[in-house]
């Protein structure tokens, strides 16, 4: 819920009004205050919200790298909101505002628009991370996981 809160493991079969992780009311996140949000999209177990000026935030489940934090982050929870750096794999001096993003089951896809210093113009990129095993990122790889919001190949 990106509140911080931490919930031991309960048994599957706990009616919802009695599972403290079931939220009746709405509750503020509190590390989001002030910040204009410009899109909230959710998974299975995820949850971004993107910004105003294109940044992107991501909290929840992330056993298979569906928030997209990188390779090196083997965090299965992010419990509060977190930017993701989906400039990871471009050269430097790229600019990316994100313009979308769509999130479901274990995976999530990042709509960026792409413009380099020094250069005229500006493209835009669909990027992938989360769970590949069927082939579901576009990366041309079925039986493994991405960390890392990388380019789908078109």
């Not at 579901?136 to 960390?147: F, I, K, R």
Request: with cysteine.
């Amino acid at each position: 819920m990106g509140t911080r809160q931490e919930f031991t493991p309960l048994p599957r079969d706990i009616p919802a009004e009695s599972d403290p992780r079931f939220a009746p009311e709405l509750t503020e996140i509190p590390s989001l205050t002030g910040i204009q949000i410009a899109q909230v999209a959710t998974s299975d177990k995820s949850s971004f919200v993107r910004t105003s000026n294109g940044r992107v935030l991501g909290f929840g489940a992330n056993e298979v790298g569906q928030i997209g934090l990188g390779s090196h982050a083997a965090v299965e929870i992010v419990q509060v909101p977190v930017e993701i750096v989906l400039a990871k794999g471009y050269p430097g001096g790229t600019t990316l505002n994100c313009t979308d993003i769509k999130a479901g089951g274990t995976t999530t896809f990042f709509t960026v628009e792409r413009s380099a210093s020094g250069k005229e113009g500006s493209f835009i990129d669909l990027l992938a991370c989360g769970s590949g095993i069927t082939g579901s990122l576009g990366n041309g790889l079925w039986s493994s996981a991405n960390g890392t919001p990388s380019r789908v190949k078109t």
